[in-house]
């Protein structure tokens, strides 16, 4: 390939260097075909390996790449590598941020990795080098960026070409300035990180550099460019959520849309998917993990869904209307889709569907496959015999959803999702949520800012999953570069802006003694949907028994079917109890405070404030409403 293509780029000096060493050959992909190819080595190779040499350790496998009759299934040589490291971000720059810097956590300055870097990749005897567009593009929201990675690591460049897009190497636009770059240096997370999944951001002037020394998309590709949003949004005042988004149309041809935020493993990517059903078409809402009672409902119609976001929520000003709701659209071309729920065939016909029979070959992480064979999303890679991965993964182009939403929605309800274990007398925990909850505006913003990860989290390596730590302010928060403060005013500033639309909380996996997974918010989407929001009559509603859950249900049918009150509050399951209810409220209320009166010390908008003391000195349910009152 000529290299006069990059003449008509703006490009800074140490990426003009690199791409222009004349022993560098250089590929820069035309259609989705080409990542495709070059990620297994060739057209010809049913398997590819991927390794590199590391100084003082010799030749290190990272990954194999095995080609499947419906796409290509990566998998990595170190079961470490298959789930993202939530502290794999380090800040290289001098601007203000609350992130650790990365001369203060490793003890030496980055510059010097930097320059071994680009003098790395310049000595390498072919690269990928990939224009593409951070963010929204459909809606004018895209932000010029180029990857730079070796081409054995191809694999990589078509992930992030599948989440993100790409521009083609003919329609790369004259004058093209990048304000992101990520640059791909796999074997520095063994020569300087000890062998840990470190993505390094560092913030200069105009251009917004990103090194990924590792090769799983999660902290990078993905996650990293949700940074460099991030960034982008909190210089000019606007936020990219942490949520999925689907549009719901009733059989009653209402419209109802729901945004679903929280931390990874919430139920974002689960709340644009049709729930899944019994041999005998019934849904089993959950089974008592006491006495392994089973509550099934009928349900005959399901509403349709038209997915809108999966992960990543542009809220820019430039789509917000003259509507009082929160309006958004996809950051995203892809989604990277956690499929570990999926344990056989005929869980969810769609995803099944769009996987063994693609319109084009996907890219598959952390699933068992034989090459040539058909790789199937319910059978993970083994991390150890009889331990299968948690985290098995698809990238699924927006394009191959069924009645995906291309334009920007308003949102209705916006929803937030916590992990909860069981609750019972014996082992008293936070599993002590409802089916759902609805949140004044003021406990809504409280619920961002401590952001609970929750039970058992299958997305992330985490060091103990049975308490409840942080996400981080929006949820977002592992993948922001600047100040935790900044983020906890742009969401407050949103809520006060967007005041016709409301919220509600809602957990999966456990609902008090009962193992739900995800129908409880499956069962909430329909719900709220049928009957056509969030105006509920004198009665319905009444305060939790722990103020932090907001409001509870006095009642809720879905589609004829009465629910029992103890799932709606948790208190009246006999297996629970009001001492074990009120031993998990001090729990969630002890992590509340905890992680919430850091932000007095800070620049917090006085409302925040006010806020915050009110959640400190045990606010009632009305107080926080009195805060920021409905429409």
Known sequence: MSKN???????????????????????????????????????????????????????????????????????????????????????ADELPTDKPRHEDRFGFAFNEVRNDAFDWLSKQKKLLVMPFLSGNADNGLGYPSILI???????????????????????IPNFFKPKAII???PPFRHKY???????????????????????????????????????????????????STVRVITP??????????????????????????????????????????????????????????????????????ESKKLVVADAEEGWFLRVNHITHYGMDFDTEKNTIHPPAPLLFLNMAATPGSTCLIWEPYMDEPDKPCPNPRVIMPRRFVQNHVNEAVEVDVRSFGIRTP???????????????????????????????????????????????????????????????????????????????TSFILIPNQHIGAYKVGFFGQWMTREYLARRGGMHFRDGVLTESRCPLLGYALESMKVDGTSLPKHFMQVQYQPEVGGEAYDIGAKILTSFFKNEIKKYLSMDLMPMGKRIVEACLNDARVTEYYNLIPRL
């Open 193 to 243: 990180y000890d062998g840990k999944q470190i993505v390094v951001h560092n913030r200069l002037y105009d251009t917004h550099e990103l090194f990924s020394f590792n090769l799983y998309p999660g902290p990078s590709a993905k996650k990293g460019i949700y940074g460099v949003l991030l960034n982008l949004g909190e210089q000019e005042k606007w936020l990219t959520l942490h949520g």
């Open 5 to 91: 293509i990059f003449s008509k780029m703006i490009l800074p000096q140490e990426l003009k260097t690199i791409i222009t060493q004349s022993g560098v050959e250089i590929a820069v992909p035309e259609k989705r075909e080409d990542l495709l190819s070059l990620a297994l080595g060739g057209d010809d190779n049913m398997t590819f390996d991927v390794s590199y040499e590391v100084e003082g350790a010799g030749l290190i496998p990272e990954a194999t790449v095995i080609k499947c009759k419906n796409g290509a299934v990566v998998n990595y040589a170190d079961t470490y590598m298959r789930r993202r490291d939530p502290d794999s971000m380090v800040i």
């Open 422 to 500: 069981p609750c019972t007398r014996e082992h008293p925990t936070y599993g002590i949520v409802g089916i759902f909850h609805v949140l004044p505006p003021a406990l809504a913003w409280l619920w961002r800012l401590a952001a609970p990860r929750g039970h058992d989290n299958p997305s992330i390596v985490d060091k103990d999953m049975t308490q409840l730590t942080s996400e981080g302010v929006g949820s977002y928060w592992p993948f922001a570069t600047g100040r935790m403060v900044d983020q906890a005013n742009l969401l407050l500033e949103q809520i006060l802006k967007t005041p016709a």
């Open 252 to 321: 009653y041809e209402l419209m109802f849309t729901i945004l679903h935020e929280g931390a990874s493993g919430g139920g974002k990517s689960e709340m644009i998917e049709n729930f899944h059903r019994e041999r005998d078409g019934r849904v089993l809402l959950g089974t008592n993990v006491v006495n392994n009672e089973r509550f099934l409902l009928t349900i005959m119609d399901a509403s349709e869904l038209h997915p809108v976001t999966d992960d990543m929520a542009v809220c820019h000003p430039s789509l917000q209307g």
């Open 149 to 171: 990675a070796p081409a054995n690591a191809a694999f990589f460049g078509a992930a992030l070409a599948d989440i993100q897009g790409f521009i083609p190497m003919s329609k």
């Open 183 to 185: 640059y791909v240096v």
